[in-house]
């Protein structure tokens, strides 16, 4: 029973193809899924830019030179040879971008299950939960184009509230969903939210609500404060070199989260102030998840997410799309940066 995924060439993201996924008969402890739809945002550029130092690429493993981007969704259960996993069955989780998957459901519960497989025993535990899902179609959108994306905003804010206080927090790529979350999250601390963003986008940013000033990426040098946090989503260097030295030694925070701007110069360098830091989301998790316990880390978690999301209906534009060649094309779009910001993507590749 073969299926299909969309296959990224590794070394150049714009290039993608429908391909076909060889499927086996299920090996004891095993289940195939059926892929129905999942969110595709900026934050799969980053997985795929981030394939081979962050790991992506061996959640669903293609070729050398081929690769299968992870994205938020929902599957149903085709197929069972593992425990406490039935036909029919959905869940909320960390898919492929094809057809279908095969997984190795671990750690079974009415809530859901981990993915024992091999090949994953090394990678980020949270990239292998899946959640037993009974929502409505409208909840799933909004879950899937937004819970992951959120997280990471939630813990960003966190990491912020954790170290010295800025006068300000500037945020590049300030169209993207987790800038605007971060914005939202960062909402009644007194710190003044300066998002960065294009010239096109300038417009969507400032009617968004949640940032006290937009500046276009040639206006750094008028952004306000004497301290600043920079939380880079954008990954261009140009603009983290421009943010670093318009602060100095006032910049006691270079936080970079995304790469949508995947395909600019990177070179590193000596720069003033803070020294520039990745941020990865799962790491984090677990500290906190350590730290303050999963009941009281969901507690704090769902109590931000409750509010972010009666703000994004406010504003989100779901765009369905069906089809191995229109998951394609939509991908080409995202990597190419050519997504309006008030696009939530919910895809299928089946027609």
Known sequence: ?????????????????????????????????????????????????HGDDLAYWRFYPASDTQGIVPVWGFGTVEESRADGVAPGDRFYGYWPMATQAVLTPVKVSARGFTDGAAHRAELPAVYNSFQRWTGDAADEAVQALFRPLYTTSFLIADRIAGGDRPDAVIMSSASSKTALGLAHALGGTGVQRIGLTSAGNRGFVEGSGVFDRVLSYDEIDRADGKTAVHVDFAGNADVRRAVHHRYGDGLIASIIVGDTHWDAANAPEALPGARPEFFFAPSYVQQRLADWGPAEFERRLGESWAGFTDYAEGWLRIVEGRGADEVARQWMRMAGGDVDPTEGLMLSLHG
């Open 1 to 49: 029973m073969s299926g299909t995924a969309i296959h990224v060439r590794r070394d150049d993201l714009r290039q993608a193809a429908p391909a076909v996924l060889p499927s086996a008969p299920l090996e004891a402890g095993q289940a195939r899924f059926r892929v129905d739809r999942f969110a595709l945002t900026a934050n799969n550029v980053t997985y795929a830019a």
